[in-house]
């Protein structure tokens, strides 16, 4: 059974950076595209960032656009999210998933792998 384990959360002032880490095992990333998803209190579930794992290519919802990176280190098997100029509204439960393919989807439907989630909470 794939595993996902993600790490890095906390507690940040407005303005702030956090990286997120989630640490695959079981598989490896060549073959699996890497989604970082968040859910707020009372909201729905979103895509934040994905990455393919054939060429590295970025997926970016528009509300992260230029604050976020998404990469991937293969020789470790783990994607990072590294997160700058963070808000309140970027404050949720920020999940990594894994689903079989390299295409850059960022639809949470579409993933078949979920870590257990890590809280990023952003306020002053």
Do not use: H
Not at 67 to 73: A, E, K, M, P, V
Not at 75 to 84: D, G, H, I, R, W
């Amino acid at each position: 059974q794939l595993q996902l384990v993600e790490s890095g959360g906390g507690l940040v002032q407005p303005g702030g950076s956090l990286r997120l880490s989630c640490a695959a095992s079981r598989f490896t990333l060549d073959y699996y595209t890497i989604g970082w998803f968040r859910q707020a209190p009372g909201k729905e579930r979103e895509g934040v960032s994905c990455i393919s794992g054939r060429d590295g290519s970025p997926y970016y919802a528009d509300s992260v656009k230029g604050r976020f990176t998404i990469s991937r280190d293969n020789a470790k098997n783990t994607v990072y999210l590294q997160m700058n100029s963070l808000k309140p509204e970027d404050t949720a439960v920020y999940y990594c998933a894994a689903r079989f393919g390299v295409f850059t989807i960022c639809n949470s439907a579409q993933y078949n792998y979920w870590g257990q989630g890590t809280q990023v909470t952003v306020s002053s």
